[in-house]
């Protein structure tokens, strides 16, 4: 018989690569595995138009996670909703059941989908689409980390792409603290050692923060030096939504 080589479960793996940074975490300077600094995002790839039956829609892509968000409306709402001098927002998290490393987990995620709900109806102004509804369908086509700022961005680029009227795009950077490192943009692999996380969804035109969202445990200072690097990542990110949504008008024009 000849040799046969063979390799630990995915569950022995991460396991094995928790262990591995829980003990880095004790030092005060490691190496991420893909060769960032703490305080330096992954790269970022946006498109709009990702969807044609859609009223607007977009695809973000920040290193392996990548999402596509298809926006609907405004429509008519339905009869039985109570009447409303205002529009409506509704939003939908769905992840593919290929989106984790666990397959035939795909499912709709209620947590994200008012977590999405709550970063976006600060900016969307509702009083222009009174007595109609907008549908906000996101997709997680792969989680690789930072999964809910890559769906918060990814949303408000395919409501401006669908002409909704908002104060603001709306951007979002989430931060990981582990040990006594703060990381900006973590991968999965840094999520699950993580002690804890913040996610923050700003309109950085404004100064105004939309989401919040601390888990784990945090000092002031931690707090504060970690909403200081994701405003500032906000804004740049912001910047890089606002080229994208230019190029598609140019091209469209």
Known sequence: MAASTYSPSQGAERRQRQQQMRRLSIQSD?????GRSFIQCRPAFLRTG???AASGSAYAEFGTTKVIV???GPRESKKAMAYSDIGRLNCNVTFTTFATSVRGQGSDNKVYSAMLHKALEGAVMLETFPKTTVDVFA???????????VIISCASLALA?????MYDLVSSVSV???GKNILIDPTIEEEICQDGSLVLACM???NEVTQLTLTGEWSLPKIDEAMGLCMDACVKLTGIMRTCL????NLSS
Do not use: H, Q
Not at 139 to 149: F, R
Not at 246 to 249: C, D, L, P, V, Y
């Open 30 to 34: 490691w190496d991420r595995s893909d």
């Open 161 to 165: 792409d669908a002409g909704i009227m």
């Open 70 to 72: 298809s926006v609907f």
């Open 139 to 149: 997709l997680v086509l792969e989680s690789g980390g930072s999964d809910l700022p």
């Open 246 to 249: 230019k190029e598609s008008a």
């Open 176 to 178: 990981s603290c582990i």
């Open 204 to 206: 950085p035109a404004r």
């Open 50 to 52: 990702a969807a044609n």
